[in-house]
């Protein structure tokens, strides 16, 4: 499995309050970019699996509804994350 507990925990350790702390919006995005990632290299050497291909455009349709509540919220953690996570706007 490419996602493993231990790596959730760094991932939300690094971009939310703190390993135990799942529920920020940081948090969650930087695990949908993580995740987004891993996709977008497995479709780059599976053309034709459109599951992966579905799942892959749900994944950053809530990873973008996130970053509009959190740019609705404070936009200041909205810019902070985008720049962090390298994302484009």
Do not use: C, P, W
Not at 54 to 75: A, C, E, F, H, P
């Amino acid at each position: 499995m490419y996602l493993t507990k231990e790596l959730k925990q760094e991932i939300f350790a690094k971009h939310g309050k703190g390993t135990n702390d799942t529920g920020t919006a940081e948090g969650q995005i930087a695990l949908f970019t993580f995740r987004i990632n891993h996709l977008t290299e497995h479709l780059k050497v599976n053309r034709k699996d459109f599951n992966t291909e579905r799942s892959l455009v749900k994944m950053v349709g809530k990873r973008r509804s996130l970053l509009d509540y959190l740019k609705k919220k404070d936009i200041n953690r909205y810019r902070a994350i985008i720049k962090e996570l390298n994302i484009r706007k």
